[in-house]
């Protein structure tokens, strides 16, 4: 048995230099939790490369010189610039992202997205079928995707697939906003195993099948549920992801980056820093986390002169206009704050608009007294496990959103907040300051500590389970320390 994975993107970043086109390897979740299983069962990673390469020859060799090294397949599915606009910034963009994340007033409805989008899984289920054995099992990556079962299926391919949506799964009312909705149901039941990240988004799922698809027959039991339509049967299961906490912890209390927040406590003196890292995007909820920021400092003089909010925003889309006025208003909002509560020696926010290196980001994640991660709605959201992984002080305090996925695995050492309420988001900055070391402490226990067991090995392992393939854990996450180590290094 081998593993094919299939996501949007491949995990590589790819850039055309002086003498051809250069691959690196990609940071993220999706990196870390599977390439080492594809190094240890074997297989291949298809997915779409990120530019457009006219020379499908010089493609091929350097997707064949970096397999080499990764030890698995890279497999590239071309897009035209049509299909990228008409595939990934239209129907995922400006249909699924906004839809799934319960703002559909962002929704752009253009019907050609969903031609597109369809023939582009199309594109993707003809490379997975070329490069396949009989024995091997797929399994798809998220919402880009929720078409290829069905397409795989009619290129007659019988082997088990599998799918996971690292995105919400939303309610009927939002849901049957979407024109294509019977169909999107439809596509899911082609898969043998279906993932969600809570049991929300799984209760959301069948709530929606009820509603649109009164044929099929559904039955559910400890929390996994099945689904029987046309003689076939599709099973569907909570896994939240998870992160490589040891990792992160290692890296962490690492001398040198201990150093680095040594000199990021000089920096900021006797100041408790509120941390926020978020990748530019609506759904992080960034103008109202600065704006309940605001509140507190207005509703508790206190906190002038001893709590700075760092914030952290990676840019994202920069092209498109509305991400453009989301930055817009980010900055104006942070001179109006600097502006009306700065004094000498203390500014209330430090603002940072770049993608960090991966030191830098850990010193960040270590010297943070308080992280406020309060996303509108988030499938999981990784940044609320990173920080927690990273204390190894043991006193940091975790303000959460009670949209984020992550909330109901953190929820026992977390504050919850709802990011909509800024008054309570107010008072919990306020409350998050002024706890005790010995509640931080013991808070922060229980958070790393779930961490920890319910890292990013354990998710792949249930999956794979559910589907009926098990690896053992030890081999698999000591095979990771090594790759991902050497990737840290590439990447700084």
């Known amino acids: 048995m081998r593993l094919v994975i299939v996501s949007n993107r491949l995990p590589v970043v790819m850039e055309r230099g002086e003498e051809g086109l250069n691959l690196r390897s990609a940071l993220g979740g999706l990196v870390t939790a599977l390439a080492p299983v594809l190094q240890r069962v074997g297989g291949t990673w298809i997915g779409w490369p990120g530019v457009e390469c006219t020379d499908e020859a010089e493609l091929e060799h350097a997707l064949g010189e970096h397999s080499l090294g990764a030890g698995y397949d890279l497999k590239a599915v071309s897009m035209s610039q049509a299909e990228v606009e008409g595939f990934y910034h239209g129907f995922c963009n400006e249909i699924v992202w906004p839809l799934f994340h319960d703002l559909q007033s962002r929704c752009n409805f253009v019907p050609e997205y969903w031609t597109t989008y369809l023939a582009v899984n199309w594109k993707y289920a003809e490379v997975v079928k070329r490069c396949i054995g009989p024995d091997d099992f797929i399994w798809v990556q998220d919402y880009h995707l929720m078409g290829l079962g069905r397409c795989l299926r009619e290129w007659q391919v019988v082997n088990r697939v ?242 984020a996925g992550a909330a109901v695995q953190l929820k026992g050492g977390a504050i919850l907040v709802n990011p909509y309420d800024l008054n309570r988001v107010a008072d919990a900055i306020h409350h998050g300051v002024n706890l005790t070391r010995q509640e931080r402490r013991r808070a922060i226990r229980r958070l790393r500590a779930i961490v920890r067991q319910q890292d990013v090995f354990w998710w792949v392992q249930r999956f794979l389970n559910a589907c009926g393939l098990a690896v053992q854990r030890q081999p698999l996450a000591a095979a990771s320390l090594s790759i991902l180590s050497a990737e840290a290094r590439v990447e700084v």
Not at 179 to 195: A, C, F, I, S
Not at 205 to 215: A, K
Not at 300 to 310: A, D, M, Q, T
């Open 162 to 403: 599998g799918f996971f949506l690292h995105v919400p799964f939303p309610p009927p009312d939002i849901f049957c906003k979407l024109p294509w909705r019977t169909e999107v149901l439809q596509e899911l039941l082609h898969y043998d195993v279906v993932g969600f990240q809570t049991p929300r988004d799984l209760q959301n799922f069948l709530d929606c099948s009820r509603t649109l698809m009164p044929n099929v027959r559904r039955r559910k039991r400890r929390g996994t549920a099945w689904c029987e339509c046309d003689g076939r049967t599709t099973a569907f299961g909570v896994f939240p992801i998870g992160i490589d906490a040891e990792r992160f912890g290692r890296d962490a209390a690492n001398e040198s980056l201990t150093q680095r927040v040594q000199q990021l406590r000089r920096d900021m003196p006797d100041q408790q820093i509120v941390l926020g890292i978020d990748r530019l995007d609506y759904t992080k909820g960034i103008p109202d986390r600065l704006r309940a920021y605001h509140l507190a400092l207005t509703r508790y003089p206190e906190l002038h002169r001893k709590v700075s909010l760092l914030q952290v925003v990676v840019p994202s889309r920069e092209d498109v206009p509305e991400y453009q006025e989301l930055k817009g208003r980010i900055e104006r909002l942070v001179a109006q704050i600097n502006g009306e509560f700065t004094q000498p020696g203390w500014v209330p926010i430090h603002y940072v608009f770049r993608p960090l290196e991966w030191p830098e980001l850990l010193a960040y994640y270590r010297t943070a007294d308080v992280a406020l991660v309060t996303p509108l709605k988030d499938g999981m959201n990784l940044v609320a496990k990173e920080y927690c992984a990273c204390q190894v002080e043991g006193d940091g305090v975790l303000i959460l959103s009670e949209f």
